[in-house]
């Protein structure tokens, strides 16, 4: 083929496109390979949510931190793409709001007492479709619709092979293939690292109905602003990547995020997608180790929180740059034994 790009991409996700933007701004002429169709990313609501995801999930102060210093990366990434990003904040109804209050509070994030619960102007938010839609479109990014098979390396060059025959040659490539199994021809070692990612299904229901005028959570349930109305999800289903919708989980769903948005409206198709996560809940993000070889996988549900920090963090570690502190907690390596312990074992 007549374009030879510096860079293959495989996978059309946020990660994926985050880190082909990334690498495209800098100069690198990206081609982005995918099947096409819904996605994980896609099939999100777009949540920046460092406040609600360490208030939910129990993080540390560390974890915390890190997720809040991947939101603040978001203002740049959005103007630098044209992105439209929405500060609208975010609102906790839980059991004790002011139990979560102190809670945020010693996590360093703002929050407040308001209506049922509390606020959070940390939150921020994207319409996810619309955002993919400009990422693929970032000058400098080539993309083809494609579902690789294989990959090969020989000699400073790789080669990914789709199943209809075509083929694709680049210095480099960076998988951000979400849950997918490894594609043939990739490095045992790096086949183990795909192979360490847990599939998660994941379900949200489209409602249609009057808007909310920001993100609305509770304990199963939360209710994004959308152009439909709102969305209303999401499942964390370990294990699973069965992507036919349940009508019953989109039954619940629309009933539960009715009730926070206090209105009517009725049920929209159902949108599913399969999240990838690490064994330790962060994403696998930089060299993997193999020449030329670099990972943007398993941000477990905060892909589009993490994707700038992420597409920073391939995009330093392609060039051989010294990358930003957080590399090292994301770095897939870190899950690699040092060759001593390998053969002390």
């Known amino acids: 083929m007549s374009f030879s790009p510096d860079v293959i991409v495989i996978g059309a996700g946020v990660l994926g496109l985050g880190s082909a933007a990334e690498l495209a701004a800098r100069g690198h002429a990206v081609l982005v390979l995918d099947p096409g169709g819904p996605n994980a990313s896609s099939a999100a609501a777009g949540m920046i949510a460092p406040a609600m995801e360490s208030l939910i999930d129990g993080l540390s102060p560390d974890h915390a931190a890190l997720l809040k210093r991947g939101r603040d990366l978001w203002p740049a990434f959005a103007s630098r793409h044209g992105l439209i990003l929405h500060l609208d904040g975010a609102e906790w109804r839980g059991e004790d709001p002011d139990v979560d209050i102190a809670r945020l509070h010693a996590l360093g994030f703002a929050a407040e ?55 694709w040659t680049a210095p480099a490539v960076v998988l951000a293939t979400g849950a997918a199994e490894a ?21 949200l229901t489209p409602v249609r109905c009057a808007t909310p005028g920001r993100v609305l959570r509770a304990p199963g349930i939360y209710a994004t ?57 962060l994403p ?14 398993a941000p477990r549900r905060n892909g589009w929180l993490l994707a700038p920090m992420i597409g920073e963090i391939v995009a330093d570690g392609l060039e051989g740059r010294a990358s ?14 040092p060759p001593a312990a390998r053969s002390a074992g």
């Open 183 to 203: 594609i043939e021809g990739l490095p045992e070692a790096v086949s183990d690292l795909v192979g360490r990612i847990e599939p998660i299904r994941g379900q």
């Open 324 to 337: 930003r502190a957080d590399a090292a907690a994301l770095s897939p390596l870190r899950f690699v034994s």
């Open 113 to 167: 007492r308001a209506g049922q619960g509390l606020f959070t102007p940390d939150d921020w938010r994207v319409e996810a479709r619309a955002a993919l839609e400009i990422l693929s479109s970032v000058p400098g990014v080539t993309r083809e619709t494609a579902r690789i098979e294989a990959l090969d390396r020989e000699g400073d060059t790789w080669t990914a092979t789709a199943d209809d025959g075509r083929r």
């Open 225 to 281: 602003p959308s152009a439909e109305g709102a969305l209303c999800g999401a499942t964390m289903e370990s294990g699973s990547r069965d992507l036919t919708p349940d009508l019953a989980t989109a039954s619940r769903q629309t009933r539960m995020g009715l009730g926070l948005t206090g209105g009517e409206g009725r049920a929209a198709a159902p949108r599913v997608g399969i999240r990838g996560a690490s064994p330790d809940g």
């Open 284 to 297: 696998m993000a930089g060299p993997s180790g193999a020449p030329g070889l670099h990972l943007a996988l």
